[in-house]
């Protein structure tokens, strides 16, 4: 279960920092994993409007950017806290966003789903010095937008007025209590969710097809998690030309090692796809094997084949 947070404040330790951290904070006493982006201390160039997402789906922007990207796709809750900046984010922050163009592409031009899309929740959290009324709605339909292009469900906002002073927000007499017990409500149901763990060899194929499907079909149910017992080093392309062909967006996911993965927290059940002798032993850990076998280095045909068979196990999985 991981926790992303935008931190769309150039300043450190000022009020955005406080609010975001305590929510961050707080997931992590409950169990979660998470990651504090200080989007302001990044390289992330504004948009160009060159039209590459939307032919090609990717940016060709290299900058930092292209680490964000895989962070937003693994994240079950996006945080994005920002101060007011004229009414709207921090530019920082705005950049981010409107480099969010390339996921939102990927979606409604290229029509791919992104396995995560139907559980992932967007939180908005900001501040500002004055106290008109409409200080947060150019930011609320901002939100809304990216959330929607990052596949989230817009959760709503924690948003405090007259806060100016750098550390000021950490007086106001209910606001880190707000934060924290909203934390608890996002974070808890999707803690409680049953983990399992997908492993094959390379987890550039049929692993990654299986958490894919797991994550699309019963995300709301299990924390899916995949890896190779010898990680290649990118995904197999016609693994995720194949599961193009389902509307299946596999972009920004990277084979890892089953170290890696268990660094996530102990699964409470491991699939294998047919790894065998070299596949993970956990103690107390349920352990099921498909016994399917590797379509690397085969035909698409093949290839289609061991992902339908995968899509079929995964619908009459009982959890
Ligand atoms: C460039 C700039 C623009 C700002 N614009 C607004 C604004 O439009 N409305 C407002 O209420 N506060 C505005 N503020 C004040 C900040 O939102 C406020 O001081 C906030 O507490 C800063 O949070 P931080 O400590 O997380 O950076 C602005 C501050 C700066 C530096």
Redesign the pocket.
């Known amino acids: 279960m991981f926790v992303l947070g935008l931190q769309?404040?150039?300043?450190i330790?000022?009020?955005?920092?406080?609010?975001l951290s305590t929510f961050l904070a707080e997931a992590e006493r409950l169990g979660a994993h998470t990651h504090r982006l200080d989007v302001a201390h990044k390289n992330i160039s504004p948009c160009q409007e060159c039209g590459t997402c939307e032919k090609e789906g990717y940016c060709p922007i290299d900058d930092d950017m292209q680490q964000v990207y895989p962070l937003l796709r693994r994240a079950d809750i996006i945080v994005m806290?920002?101060?007011?900046?004229?009414?709207?984010p921090?530019a920082q922050l705005k950049a981010l966003i409107d480099r969010s163009q390339t996921l939102w592409a990927r979606r409604y031009m290229h029509k791919l789903i992104d396995p995560g899309q139907k559980w992932r929740h967007g939180f908005l959290l900001?501040?500002?010095?004055?106290?008109?009324e409409n200080?947060f709605d150019g930011l609320s339909l901002t939100a809304k937008y990216f959330f929607d292009a990052a596949g989230a469900s817009f959760n709503g906002s924690l948003t405090?007025?007259?806060?100016?002073?750098?550390?000021?927000?950490a007086k106001h007499p209910t606001a880190l209590t707000d934060v924290k017990n909203k934390a608890v409500n996002l974070v808890t149901p999707l803690l409680n969710r049953k983990k399992i763990l997908f492993v094959c060899k390379e987890n550039a194929c049929r692993s990654q097809m299986a958490s894919a499907f797991a994550q699309d079909y019963t995300g709301d149910k299990i924390e899916v998690e995949s890896a190779g017992s010898a990680p290649a080093q990118e995904l197999n392309p016609l693994m995720e030309e194949v599961m193009r062909e389902k509307g299946i967006d596999m972009a920004f996911r990277k084979p890892k090692s089953i170290e890696g993965a268990a660094g996530y927290g102990r699964p409470e059940s491991i699939i294998s796809m047919g790894c065998e002798e070299a596949c993970p032993q956990f103690p107390g850990v349920t352990k099921q094997d498909w016994n399917l076998p590797d379509p690397s280095g085969k035909s698409i045909d093949f290839m289609r084949q061991i992902r339908d068979d995968i899509e079929a196990r995964i619908r009459m999985m009982k959890i």
């Open positions: 769309g404040s150039p300043r330790k000022g009020n955005t920092h406080i609010l806290a920002t101060p007011i900046f004229f009414y709207g921090t900001s501040i500002g010095a004055t106290q008109g200080l405090y007025r007259q806060i100016e002073a750098p550390g000021e927000i």
